[in-house]
């Protein structure tokens, strides 16, 4: 585990499925997302083995880079 000063970080944000029209970003690969890019799929699942940060990104289904 590296010390705590050199931990890579990542932002993360949730947004709405035409959020990467609205602000004119080109699809560069892969697909825009749809309504269906939910975590409502995790619903009922035990996630408290999960860290904090872990909790936060569970579900997250759809990355754009």
């Known amino acids: 585990m590296p010390p705590r000063s050199e931990i ?3 932002e993360a944000c949730t947004v ?3 959020y990467f029209r609205a602000m004119n970003i080109p699809l560069r690969h892969g697909r825009y997302f ?3 890019d939910n975590r409502s799929f995790i619903a ?3 996630l408290s083995k999960l860290n904090e940060g872990e909790r936060m990104i ?3 289904n759809v990355i754009h880079r």
Do not use: A, N, Y
């Open 44 to 46: 009922g699942r035990d």
């Open 58 to 60: 569970s579900g997250s």
């Open 8 to 10: 890579p970080l990542m």
């Open 16 to 18: 709405t499925p035409d």
């Open 34 to 36: 749809t309504d269906q």
